[in-house]
Every structure is written in structure tokens, then in C-alpha cells.
């Protein structure tokens, strides 16, 4: 994918030497994009949680996509089952590099997620979405679930899409 700036965007399959500059990643959108609608005593609990450990477990069970930029990972996207549904499907971890939002990295990776064998099958695909980025999935097509919006337990908004099975 080209952005309109000409900047050369390429997806590849995860790999686990990928996984502390995808948590670097993470990590910088919670410091520098998230904090703004969470504060940061709560971006501090957040990032705590958000460990090489806690991705590499991750990846073991979700499909992982990496965006990349010449050698610099610029985004990454995961999709799973949802608690092992042959229906239903989960979009995890959608992030983008901070100096990269805004160029259309986003819409590339749900694409992608979108086009996914586990997307694919599911009747209903759910995503926790932060307060930060709701708009941005709303926009995608993504709603409220079962039309409530409350923020749960981990401070994130629960939103699901319907796939028509015909």
C-alpha cells in the first residue's frame, strides 16, 4: 500500500523478534495518544500490563499482521477467535505508530483484518475499542454491543459488526 504522501507501507506476517517494537509501539500510543482521554495513572496500570510476555502470549493464540515502512514496524493488527466461536471473531491490538496517524495506516489494517479467514467466517466480529479510537471503528461500520454505550471493566468500549451470511 502507498500512502498519499508515496510512503510504501507492506504488511508481513509476525514474527516473534517483532514483538518489543510492537510493544514499544503500543506503548507510545497509550503515553502519547490515549493518556489524553485516560490520564496518566491509568496509562502507567495500562502499559504495565502491556509486556513482551503479554504479546508473545498473544500471538500464540490471535493472527498477528505487521505494517512496515522500511525496517520500521509503523502498525500492527491481530484478529482471533472469539473464546474459540466458529462464529464469532475478535480484532485485537490495532495500533499505528504515533507519527504515522492519520495517513491511513488504520483503514489499511482493518482491511486486512477485514479480509482474514477469521473474519471471513464469523456471523459477528467484536473489538474493544479505548475511548481514543470508538469513533474511528463506528466509522468502520463497527456499533455499540447489543447498543450500550459503557465503558467496562477495563475501560474500553465493547463494539461488534454483523457479517450478512449470504
Same mark, same amino acid.
Given at each position: 500500500?502507498?500512502?498519499? =504522501?508515496?510512503? #510504501? /507501507?507492506? !504488511? &508481513?506476517? @509476525?514474527?516473534?523478534?517483532?514483538? $518489543?517494537?510492537?510493544?514499544?509501539?503500543?506503548?507510545? =500510543?497509550?503515553? #502519547? /495518544?490515549? !493518556? &489524553?482521554? @485516560?490520564?496518566?495513572?491509568?496509562? $502507567?496500570?495500562?502499559?504495565?500490563?502491556?509486556?513482551?510476555?503479554?504479546?508473545?502470549?498473544?500471538? &500464540?493464540?490471535?493472527?498477528?499482521?505487521?505494517?512496515?515502512?522500511?525496517?520500521?514496524?509503523?502498525?500492527?493488527?491481530?484478529?482471533?477467535?472469539?473464546?474459540?466461536?466458529?462464529?464469532?471473531?475478535?480484532?485485537?491490538?490495532?495500533?499505528?505508530?504515533?507519527?504515522?496517524?492519520?495517513?491511513?495506516?488504520?483503514?489499511?489494517?482493518?482491511?486486512?483484518?477485514?479480509?482474514?479467514?477469521?473474519?471471513?467466517?464469523?456471523?459477528?466480529?467484536?473489538?474493544?475499542?479505548?475511548?481514543?479510537?470508538?469513533?474511528?471503528?463506528?466509522?468502520?461500520?463497527?456499533?455499540?454491543?447489543?447498543?450500550?454505550?459503557?465503558?467496562?471493566?477495563?475501560?474500553?468500549?465493547?463494539?461488534?459488526?454483523?457479517?450478512?451470511?449470504?
Amino acid at each position: 500500500m502507498k500512502l498519499s =504522501n508515496g510512503t #510504501e /507501507i507492506i !504488511v &508481513k506476517p @509476525y514474527q516473534d523478534e517483532n514483538a $518489543e517494537e510492537i510493544v514499544n509501539l503500543i506503548i507510545r =500510543n497509550f503515553k #502519547e /495518544i490515549n !493518556v &489524553k482521554d @485516560y490520564g496518566e495513572k491509568a496509562i $502507567e496500570k495500562m502499559a504495565a500490563t502491556h509486556t513482551i510476555d503479554w504479546f508473545r502470549g498473544l500471538a &500464540k493464540y490471535a493472527t498477528v499482521y505487521v505494517f512496515w515502512n522500511d525496517d520500521k514496524i509503523v502498525g500492527v493488527g491481530s484478529i482471533s477467535s472469539f473464546w474459540g466461536s466458529p462464529t464469532e471473531s475478535i480484532l485485537l491490538t490495532i495500533f499505528v505508530l504515533p507519527e504515522f496517524h492519520g495517513q491511513g495506516i488504520g483503514n489499511y489494517i482493518i482491511d486486512i483484518l477485514e479480509s482474514d479467514v477469521l473474519f471471513l467466517r464469523a456471523d459477528r466480529i467484536e473489538i474493544p475499542s479505548s475511548i481514543t479510537a470508538v469513533e474511528f471503528y463506528r466509522k468502520r461500520g463497527y456499533h455499540y454491543k447489543n447498543g450500550i454505550k459503557e465503558l467496562d471493566d477495563e475501560q474500553l468500549y465493547r463494539l461488534e459488526k454483523f457479517r450478512d451470511s449470504n
